[in-house]
């Protein structure tokens, strides 16, 4: 997904030109001038006429597409998504801990971000489908079911282990912030749909006087969950301030580093999950004046005062336009267009070495790198209406589609099934096989508790991409050219359309996955497979590309102890200590290690790791084999058919 020359310089030159790093505020900042483009939104006057985009589509999938009818609601998806939820929350969530005890601090965020989301799109399904004036089930059914989601979330905001994560990497904390700003946004949206005020204007406290009555009290009341939003707000302000020192410009230009506690790592994910997190701090965070008792690096000597923090900073808008045009120009896309890992730093511990370039690429490639930057280039449309943002996001899910081995154009499958030979599995694609998103550890059953959450991580920031795009509020004093707009809004819905197909496809291969429980596989491409009689595949024959040139995994098989990754060979951990990765393997059949010393006891919410064997290889379900179904495989399921419901089934 490159970026044009000429429009990566010019990025440059604005954010040079603009005078100011990141880290400071300007409220009187107009989105629109931190790009070069004729924006469709604009502060004042218009100065140039926007070029209405075409179609975000290749020609062919263009044409493909008009013939397509509009997608009807199918409430059975609805369904579904209500059912994974259901055994989500009961079988994994624990509401006295208020929180998922099988997962880990990141993975609970994610957990956190993927019930807030989904709760989100029932609220606003609950308006859609009552439209017509007859409720689907009665009206307090419906407000239990939601308060009883949102309780569960609240209950994690103390659940979660927010001084652990602190200290963590900053990929770690960077879920943190996005998790409580997606339940924000949930409060919004439901205050906005179920509790607008008939009442302008008018206070929501009981009048006082001889007119006083009962019902004063019941009237114009505000959202319950709006109580929590200044917590919710705090704590993602104080976590995107912690991230935000991983921001370096000493080493390849700029760009986040990882992990603080190895050699010098700048992936893709946590400058992903940056630009995500910035932009969406811009357009979602209400603003902050809490004082204590949390603070900033900066701010642990006391020199530093804690002020106010207001709505729609502009700091966190230029964090995030300077984190992607960093990002584009950091050749981190492999050949087909998609999010290899990171790079590494060569040479970098030779006394004698002056390098200070990224050059040193991991190629590996993951499903959660191409997913994150998504809700970033959304969120960059929105504050500053340059539709290239929508096209970049656009061919990179083309891409993804694509390298899982789906055909846009005839809307099936580049391979033919049925010219399988038994025992051999469809041939990989580079994300994927027989049209269904894989990551390398899928087929294999080896996938780590970090691997297991990625697929749901992608298809939830598809969801945010591909939301209807809505017209800036009279509110907001934005100006829209709206020819422009229409027709941006137009291309964006066609174009996300054209992705129903592959949904429902790989919707139909998860759900082939559910257990006699209704839990979720890790491996949605055995879905497919129902005739299938040998034993499963392993990582010699999967047919997943492996060695140097493939790049390491280090998400699921353990960071090298090697000068590539780590200054000195790994010391014996410290009691209790918490490490945010993952130590390298004993043995290359281990499935999943643990984040500390195997002699200690396993922290709450880290689940034993289990080796693969020959009873894994021959086992009737294949994703019973390895660290089988968790909270994190439910929340894939969870996320891909809100995905699925949101993008080609909602009203």
Request: with cysteine; aromatic share 10%.
């Amino acid at each position: 997904m490159a970026l044009s020359l000429v429009r990566a310089i010019c990025l440059v030159i604005v954010l040079a030109l603009s005078g100011a790093a990141y880290r400071l505020s300007d409220a009187g900042v107009d989105g629109a001038s931190l790009v070069q483009e004729c924006p469709i939104f604009f502060a004042k006057l218009k100065k140039c006429d926007p070029i209405a985009p075409r179609s975000f589509l290749p020609l062919n999938v263009a044409k493909a597409a008009k013939d397509k009818r509009p997608h009807s609601p199918d409430l059975d998806v609805l369904a579904d998504v209500l059912d994974a939820m259901h055994v989500m929350q009961t079988d994994y969530f624990t509401p006295w801990l208020g929180t998922w005890p099988d997962a880990i601090d990141w993975t609970a965020a994610v957990m956190g971000t993927h019930i807030s989301g989904a709760v989100r799109s029932l609220s606003e399904a609950l308006v859609q489908i009552n439209s017509d004036g007859e409720n689907i089930a009665d009206w307090k059914l419906e407000t239990n079911l939601i308060d009883k989601y949102f309780t569960q979330i609240t209950a994690y905001y103390f659940g979660q282990d927010a001084f652990a994560i602190r200290n963590e990497a900053y990929d770690d904390i960077l879920w943190v912030v996005l998790g409580w700003l997606e339940t924000i946004q949930h409060v919004n949206v439901h205050s906005d749909l179920h509790f607008k005020s008939d009442f302008q204007d008018e206070a929501s406290t009981p009048r006082v006087g001889n007119s006083q009555r009962l019902g004063d009290f019941f009237l114009n009341q505000t959202y319950h969950g709006n109580i929590w939003v200044p917590a919710f707000a705090h704590r993602a302000r104080v976590f995107w301030d912690l991230a935000s020192q991983g921001w370096d410009t000493k080493l390849c230009g700029g760009g986040m580093v990882w992990n603080p506690r190895l050699l010098p790592y700048k992936n893709a994910i946590t400058n992903e999950l940056f630009i995500a997190a910035s932009i969406s701090m811009y357009l979602y965070f209400p603003g902050d004046d809490n004082p204590s008792p949390f603070y900033g690096i900066g701010d642990l000597d006391g020199s530093v005062p804690h002020t106010r923090s207001e709505p729609r900073d502009a700091k966190y808008l230029k964090a995030a336009v300077e984190g992607y045009k960093w990002l584009i120009n950091s050749n981190m896309t492999d050949s087909q267009g998609l999010y290899t890992d990171g790079f590494h730093i060569s040479g970098y511990t030779d006394s004698g070495n002056n390098n200070t370039r990224c050059d040193r690429r991991n190629n590996m490639v993951l499903s959660y790198n191409q997913g994150v930057l998504l809700t970033g280039l959304r969120g960059l449309w929105e504050a500053t209406g340059a539709s290239s943002f929508l096209s970049d996001g656009h061919k990179l899910i083309q891409n993804v589609i694509k390298a899982s081995g789906y055909d846009l154009a005839s809307d099936t499958l580049v391979d033919d099934l049925s010219a399988l030979h038994p025992g051999h599995l469809p041939r990989w694609h580079g994300l994927g096989r027989a049209g269904v998103m894989e990551d390398p550890c899928d087929a294999s059953g080896t996938c780590s508790q970090d691997g297991q959450t990625f697929k749901g991580i992608f298809f939830h920031h598809l969801t945010t991409f591909c939301a209807p795009l809505a017209m800036p509020t009279p509110e907001s004093g934005t100006n829209v050219d709206v020819r422009a707009f229409s027709a941006a809004r137009e291309s964006h819905s066609k174009a996300c359309s054209s992705y129903s197909g592959w949904l429902k496809h790989n919707a139909r291969a998860a759900l082939g996955t559910r257990d006699d429980r209704g839990r979720f596989g890790q491996w949605w491409t055995a879905g497919l497979l129902g005739s299938w009689t040998d034993p499963w595949p392993t990582m010699a024959d999967d047919g997943v590309p492996r060695g140097e040139a493939s790049g390491i995994d280090y998400r699921n098989y353990g960071v090298p102890n090697d000068t590539t990754w780590r200054a000195k060979p790994l010391p014996p951990f410290p009691p209790k200590a918490h490490l945010p990765v993952e130590t390298p393997f004993a043995s290359p059949n281990q499935a999943q290690k643990p984040l500390r010393d195997a002699t200690e006891d396993p922290p709450m919410g880290e689940l034993k790791k289990r080796q693969a064997s020959e009873a894994d290889a021959n086992a009737k379900d294949p994703n019973s084999r390895g660290r089988g179904r968790t909270v994190e495989t439910q929340g894939g399921g969870v996320a891909l058919l809100r995905a699925y419901w949101k993008i080609a089934h909602a009203p």
